[in-house]
């Protein structure tokens, strides 16, 4: 069990003035099974209102505006969360079951679906099928899928861009978090294998020390359903643990951008982010 | 004998059933008086009077009235006066009351489904429509969950296409629940056939259509946010080159409401305003001809300036009422149609008054198969198209459009139904060489703002011109009746239409759903839409992620 603080703050500076700006953040923590959201508050600079909802998927988003004009917006998220997940069993359905209860559930079945995003190259697809048509079970079946993308991927930041698809990073053979998951979701529905995107922050050190503050990212990662929801992060080949805060989820990136929105005025020239974790407890 | 009639036969088509002839019983041998169905009989009594000059003189009144009215419509880039045949339609009181009966039971049921689908999804998990059928609806949108509309109403407006088979029996041929168009013409067609034809209104006893105005707007308010003691109701349209324009234009103007473009509303504080001479104004409900996908440039397309940015957090925070709502294409989906006989059982515990047209749904095993080899006999819908868009009749299509169709239709299953080819009901109608059958069908409007549906006595008759033509849209070259529903001579009491309790899903075993209340669509003509200027950008997504 980790108590973690996080801040992670944007900020976007316009050339000349921006004005009537309409937004929405999807950077606050949300209370899930193995997670518990202490406090969590959102400020932005100039000062708005703000309208918090559920959407969906159920990620906690604010909608804000900004009408006066202004040079620079910045959005900082803060929140307190209780982690908890301790190992436990999986549960395994077997392949027949999985499909069952997809097809039966709007909610697992969307998560199918490719999207324009994680629809794999054929090389992906071909990649999943070899491994699922060995003897596993969905569960294992899933969990090697992820392995065999993550061992054709190497980690490179800057080698792709946040709009990158699966099937461009595919092709580089290069890329982050982002990248890794969009070609493991491909790889796993392509399969047959019910998998979302998920969003968070991830404490870098293995051992977090109370009272340090780390630098950190904004992170990715993907859970599958074989009988029930299985967290893990490809990118690091380990299973969601006690340092992963989640975010947000949806089919793709699309679904949890961080800040989206449209204003009008001057093109943004410059965006900064800054994460940083402390373990409290 | 009337000379009108000289040389009215059925449609040249042979091979088939003929279509249903909704004036005569018989043509073609006998006493051509005696053949007239009963509501016709006044007006065959007056026409019979009328020599086809006279006819003729008095349809070129109605055309030039028209034309100075403004009632016209675009075709090739030249401005024609919207078609209207002189020889109205004419509707019993008893047929009616089926029609009435069953577009608001339709009405009802999808209102109760749209709640469901964006709510608890009670009908995928009893098994009454597939959850496949759900996620996969281009109209199912992820952005209208949690907007709770006031009064649970969904569908203010809605056009249920009918048709009428060979056998005289009103189907259902499909719903428009999202921004059904066409009211204007029901409207304009009735003032200027009071004109052509004044001996009849005299003579029969016709139901009203000028309370349409009045119902929808009593509607509109009905569905403002709770606590708003006198909303403020604006019509929101794409703009004077929308094929719709005039509709909305008459809309905001029998309403008595602004008729605004999205440029002139704008979000601020949690409140969506209205700017005017005189300040900012609160707008309460947004009676909106835009497509969903215009709406909110936060929310869909970001290049739209049709909408207003915000908005649908606006409506999230029950601060706007939306009409019709955001999301409701997954209920006029046309596959999810082919579900609807089940939706009303499941829901309402009733059977359907009105019966769908046999469906085709191509994921269906052996049906896709079924399909390809029988297209010539087939109609081919795509299933988010509406009012007659992308639709092939296959025995009308040549074959390079048919090769065409069924690559589209492989590659994509989910995206089409295929129905037969129905020979609509056919309509005396004056053409070039006299009087002429011709091919028609029926959209009726109903109006919803506090649960109970109303149905306008009458619809848009829509007729297709050209000799055959089983398509009546007036882009390609359909014209429009005025529909007359007659009312029951004084001491004959009209029978109502009782819905039949439903024994798959009778009331006793079905769950309880609450909120679901009633609701309303488009296609005459697509609102069609202009982009946004460039003049506003995306904000960047906050940094990949790591």
């Known amino acids: 069990m980790k108590r973690l603080r996080v801040r992670h703050e944007a900020r976007f500076t316009y050339q000349g003035n921006a004005n009537a700006s309409y937004n929405e953040a999807r950077m606050l923590p949300r209370d899930c099974s193995g997670q518990q959201v202490l406090s969590s508050s959102l400020t932005i600079t100039p000062h708005g209102p703000q309208f918090p909802y559920r959407d969906y998927w159920g990620t906690p988003v604010v909608g804000f505006e900004v009408l006066i004009p202004h040079s620079e917006l910045c959005v900082i998220a803060e929140s307190l969360v209780e982690v908890n997940r301790p190992l436990r069993l999986a549960t395994r359905a077997s392949w027949v079951e999985m499909r069952h209860e997809a097809e039966a559930r709007c909610r697992l079945l969307e998560h199918m679906d490719q999207t324009a995003r994680t629809d794999p190259t054929e090389e992906v697809a071909e990649l999943a099928r070899d491994i699922a048509a060995s003897p596993r079970d969905p569960f294992d079946t899933a969990q090697a899928i992820c392995e065999a993308i993550r061992d054709r991927i190497e980690y490179v930041p800057g080698v792709t861009g946040v709009g990158s698809t699966a099937k461009e990073a595919w092709v580089k053979g290069k890329g982050v978090c982002q990248d890794i998951t969009h070609i493991a979701l491909g790889a796993l529905r392509a399969v047959g294998i019910p998998a979302r995107y998920v969003s968070g922050y991830l404490h870098p050190e293995e051992q977090p020390e109370v009272g340090l503050t780390a630098q950190a990212e904004s992170h990715a990662w993907l859970e599958w359903h074989s009988g029930s929801w299985m967290g893990f992060d490809p990118t690091n080949r380990i299973p969601v643990g006690d340092r992963h805060v989640l975010v947000a989820r949806g089919r793709d990136y699309d679904d949890i951008a961080p800040v989206k929105g449209v204003y009008a005025g001057a093109e943004a020239t410059e965006l900064w982010v800054d994460v940083k974790i402390t373990r409290e407890s | 004998m009337s000379q009108l009639f000289a040389n009215y036969g059925r449609s040249t088509d042979t091979g088939r059933t003929p279509a249903w002839d909704e004036m005569f019983a018989a043509t073609g041998g006998g006493n051509e008086a005696e053949q007239v169905r009963p509501g016709y009989a006044d007006l065959y009594e007056a026409l019979s009077h009328m020599s086809q000059e006279e006819l003729r003189g008095r349809a070129d009144a109605l055309a030039s009235s028209y034309l100075a009215q403004g009632v016209t419509f675009d075709f090739a880039g030249e401005e024609r006066p919207f078609p209207l045949d002189a020889i109205p339609r004419i509707v019993e009181a008893s047929d009616w009351a089926r029609i009435e009966a069953g577009v608001a039971q339709r009405v009802r049921a999808l209102e109760a489904f749209l709640a469901d689908v964006y709510g608890r999804q009670d009908a995928v998990r009893d098994g009454v429509i597939p959850a496949h059928v759900i996620v996969s609806a281009p109209g199912f949108l992820r952005q209208a969950a949690g907007i709770e509309p006031a009064g649970g109403v969904r569908v203010h407006v809605a056009g249920i296409d009918l048709i009428r088979d060979q056998h005289g029996d009103w189907r259902v041929l499909e719903d428009n629940v999202r921004v059904p168009s066409g009211v204007s013409y029901v409207i304009s067609n009735r003032e200027v056939m009071a004109q052509t034809l004044p001996e009849l209104f005299a003579r029969m006893s016709i ?58 509303l704008f979000c601020s504080g949690g409140f969506i305003w209205m700017r005017t001479t005189s300040g900012p104004q609160k707008v309460d409900v947004i009676y909106r001809r835009v497509d969903d996908d215009f709406l909110d440039p936060l929310q869909f397309r970001a290049d739209s300036v049709l909408g207003a940015p915000g908005l649908l957090n606006v409506a999230r925070a029950g601060n706007v009422t939306i009409a019709n709502a955001i999301g409701n294409g997954v209920a006029d989906d046309k596959l999810v149609y082919t579900y609807v006989p089940d939706l009303i059982r499941y829901f309402l515990h009733e059977e359907p008054v009105l019966p769908n047209v046999e469906t085709w749904r191509l994921e269906d095993p052996g049906s896709l198969d079924y399909v390809l080899k029988n297209v010539r006999d087939l109609v081919v819908k795509p299933v988010d198209g509406s009012g007659g868009k992308g639709l092939v009749v296959g025995d009308r299509a040549t074959p390079e459009q048919l090769e065409a169709l069924k690559e589209k239709v492989s590659a994509n299953p989910r995206g089409w139904i295929a129905q037969p080819i129905i020979q609509l009901s056919t309509i005396p109608t ?30 848009l008759t829509r007729v297709a011109l050209p000799e055959g033509q089983l398509v009546v849209n007036s882009s390609q070259g359909g014209g429009s009746k005025d529909t007359w529903v007659v009312g029951t001579r004084a001491g004959e009491a009209p029978t109502p239409v009782v819905p039949q309790p439903s024994t798959r899903y009778p009331q006793a075993q079905g769950s309880i759903h609450p909120g679901h209340q009633l609701g309303q669509g488009d296609t005459f003509d697509d609102d069609d839409n202009r982009l946004r200027q460039q003049i506003e950008h995306q904000q960047q997504s906050l940094g990949k992620e790591a």
């Open chain 2, 430 to 459: 004056l053409v070039e060489g006299g009087m002429a059958p011709r091919h028609s069908d029926l959209r009726p409007f109903a109006v919803s703002g506090d649960g109970d549906v109303w149905v306008l006595p009458g619809g």
């Open chain 2, 207 to 264: 139901r009203q259509v000028t309370d349409y105005p009045r119902k929808l707007a009593a509607a509109l308010r009905a569905s403002a946010p709770p606590g708003v003691e006198e909303p403020t109701v604006v019509v929101l349209t794409p703009g004077v080159f929308n094929s719709a324009y005039f509709e909305h234009t008459l809309l905001a103007r029998l309403m008595g409401v602004e008729l605004v473009e999205g440029r002139d």
